[in-house]
């Protein structure tokens, strides 16, 4: 079974440009969670996916952050523009149910290691 | 609040020694719990999760944890290093859908 797949896997970009990221999560998997991990830190959940909705963006700054799960598969998470502080890795996880972490376990991706210069 | 911290930044042990990491949690309900491994540029790989059946869990690789509920514990142990497991480790609890996360802990194995 194929793992959780991120593309790119490294980013490097100027401030004020856009950047996009994309996931393709293991199949049959219902959510979808993009995290952003910064340095010496665990990963912060930005956004959570059951299908095609998103039931949980509370954390995601929408002001320059926006993201898309079409036909509640692929999904991809966009800065617009970034700034320095947006320098991390980003995370995709996806889990197979709808009924949380308790007991469906989350299979993450790689990540993608974006540099804002 | 839930919140998980995690008490040791860095560890390092000689290899064929005992391996220990420390991860105490806060929490209003009786929460999962969790263990995630880092390799470097490699994806976080679940270790094993407690979730309210046995106290003592046993994971992958060789790892296992018990839950102390007393002590709001849930720390991480393996009888004897191995090189392959320098990497960083992260201890998570159960939130309302989502994961709240340790800082980290990263295992150095001395040859």
């Known amino acids: 079974e194929a793992g959780v797949v991120q593309s790119p896997r490294y980013k490097i970009i100027e401030k004020k440009q856009p950047v996009a990221f994309w996931c393709n999560p293991i199949?049959?998997?219902?959510?979808l969670y993009w995290y952003r991990q910064n340095l010496g830190q665990g990963p912060e959940l930005l956004i959570r996916?059951?299908?095609?909705?998103?039931?949980?963006d509370s954390q995601l700054p929408k002001d320059r952050f926006s993201a898309e799960r079409l036909k509640g598969v692929d999904s991809t998470l966009k800065i617009q523009p970034a700034e320095l502080g947006d320098s991390a890795v980003y995370l995709c996880?996806?889990?197979?149910?709808?009924?949380?972490?308790?007991?469906?376990?989350?299979?993450f991706g790689p990540g993608t290691r974006l540099t804002v210069l | 609040a839930q919140s998980v911290t995690q008490l040791d930044s860095h560890v390092s042990v000689s290899e064929g020694t005992p391996v220990l990491l420390r991860c105490n949690y806060s929490?209003?309900?009786?929460?999962?719990l969790f263990w995630y491994v880092q390799h470097p540029n490699k994806g976080l790989q679940l270790l094993l999760k407690?979730?309210?059946?046995a106290t003592l869990v046993k994971g992958i690789n060789g790892f296992e944890a018990e839950f102390k509920k007393s002590e709001t514990s849930f720390h991480l142990t393996k009888p004897s290093a191995h090189m392959s497991d320098a990497a960083e480790y992260f201890c998570?609890?159960?939130?309302?859908?989502?994961?709240?996360w340790g800082a980290g802990t990263k295992l150095i194995i001395k040859p």
């Open positions: 996916y059951e299908n095609e909705e998103a039931v949980d």
């Open positions: 929490s209003s309900y009786s929460p999962s």
């Open positions: 199949s049959g998997h219902n959510t």
């Open positions: 996880a996806s889990s197979r149910g709808l009924a949380g972490a308790r007991t469906d376990t989350q299979y």
């Open positions: 407690y979730t309210s059946a």
């Open positions: 998570a609890l159960d939130s309302n859908y989502q994961l709240i």
